[in-house]
């Protein structure tokens, strides 16, 4: 039974507003001393501890096991399914495609003031580990969401880790996609022990500049725990979106788009926030009448009754400072005018306009990437880019006439900050002029 009502947004009590903002955060509070202890075991003892994990899988397991060789991801890309194969193909050009626009120019230069040249270069990261979860489940989309932007960056070697099936055997279409994505290594590895190992580097498992790719609270807890050692992109926690639809919605547009991410996980979230009190009825109406028929209905109806909303608003202002409050991770456009929407929105991880443009399209094939910030962390970070991949450093070139004229204020500055070796480091020059 669901509990799906229409609520009016600016009649809700204070506790109901904070669990819609709120969601499923993901809080990795309650497994942090335990990921500790794997993360700690792993860094002193390396392939050791991940073997004495993953012999669940196979009784005996060396470290040759926690490797896909060439032959098994060969195999693994000649038994895909031809279609599904193409369908891989197109999603990939398209992410490659989306991700190459992103490139920089390797360098840049202005003149600041006369004799003052500053500039910034573009480095990719020597070396990439991408996380991609699986077992018995399979994400190819995922594999071609982080390798592929690594490689469009430059990055020297990208290598990716998944948790294995019984028999230390790895998915045949995540081998499949990885190979097709351009992973150089793979490693049949899963949860805390391949991020750690990724993160210290051990005799089998290279270290890795950064860790990028989306888990469950485990992965989340050790990437977190080994921030500093290595890079990683944002935390991830379960996904959402936010459809925000006048009256020019079509209910059965809202009804798919909404249901479609409610299938997710029973922590999945899917918040409709609407100007049309009609439209609200109608949805709640019409998902109420599918559920029986629906497929993964455990799941749907945890996800809607824990999670889920839907919000009518008085007018467009009101429902556009709404989303920028959530943040989505997703954000679905289904207005009369999206693009006029669009300069409006300030924090969400990507944006679907119109109606077709449905958040699966951007799962999958459009291009964009579908690792993206969640529990609004979109106000402060971005979905997973090129940019993710690449070092900026900044370089100056300074004539002596240059220096010269910022002589004084450095001196001044660095005297100030009690600092008088920074001083003389400029005043040197000029000593004996």
């Not at 480095?123 to 991408?130: E, F, H, I, K």
Request: glycine share 6%; aromatic share 6%; hydrophobic share 45%.
């Amino acid at each position: 039974m669901i509990n799906l009502k229409v609520e009016n947004l600016s009649r809700l009590d204070p506790a109901r507003r904070q669990a819609i903002l709120k969601r499923s955060s993901v809080d990795v509070s309650a497994v942090l001393a335990d990921i500790k202890k794997i993360v700690d075991d792993l860094h002193r003892e390396g392939d050791r501890i991940t073997l004495d994990f993953h012999r669940q899988y196979k009784e005996d397991i060396s470290v040759l096991d926690l490797v896909a060789g060439p032959e098994e991801i060969q195999a693994a890309y000649d038994s895909l399914d031809p279609h599904l194969l193409q369908a891989l193909k197109i999603a990939a050009a398209n992410i490659e495609k989306f991700h190459q626009a992103q490139v920089e120019r390797e360098m840049w230069a202005i003149e600041v003031q006369p004799g003052i040249l500053a500039g910034r270069l573009h480095r990719p990261l020597d070396r990439a580990g991408c996380y991609i979860p699986g077992g018995l489940a399979k994400y190819p989309s995922t594999v071609l969401m982080t390798i592929i932007p690594a490689r469009v960056a430059g990055v020297k070697e990208i290598i990716a880790c998944t948790p294995p099936d019984q028999g230390m055997t790895a998915n045949a279409t995540t081998l499949a996609a990885a190979h097709l994505a351009g992973a150089q290594r793979i490693f049949k590895i899963g949860g805390p022990w391949a991020v750690a190992s990724m993160a210290f580097g051990t005799d089998t498992v290279p270290k890795v500049d950064k860790i990028v790719g989306p888990g469950n609270k485990y992965v989340t807890a050790a990437k977190l725990l080994v921030f500093g050692e290595v890079d990683i992109d944002s935390p991830a926690g379960p996904s959402e979106a936010l459809i925000l639809a006048d009256d020019s919605a079509e209910v059965r547009y809202v009804v798919a788009d909404f249901l479609s991410q409610v299938e997710h996980d029973p922590d999945a979230s899917a918040v409709l926030v609407t100007t049309s009190e009609d439209l609200a009825h109608k949805v709640v109406e019409m998902i109420r009448a599918e559920m029986p028929s629906l497929p993964r209905q455990e799941i749907i109806q945890a996800a809607i009754n824990n999670h889920s909303a839907v919000l009518v608003v008085q007018d467009l202002a009101e429902a556009i400072g709404f989303v920028n409050l959530y943040a989505p991770e997703h954000l679905q456009v289904l207005t009369s005018e999206p693009f006029e929407v669009l300069p409006r929105i300030r924090h969400a991880g990507s944006i679907f306009l119109g109606p077709y443009a449905p958040v699966p399209v951007g799962d999958y094939a459009s291009g964009t990437n579908h690792v993206l910030p969640t529990g609004q962390c979109a106000r402060m970070f971005s979905g997973l880019s090129v940019d993710d991949f690449i070092k900026k450093p900044t370089f100056q070139h300074l004539t002596r006439d240059g220096l010269q004229s910022l002589k004084d204020a450095v001196i001044l500055l660095a005297e100030a900050e009690g600092l008088p070796l920074h001083a003389r480091a400029v005043a040197e020059r000029f000593r004996y002029a």
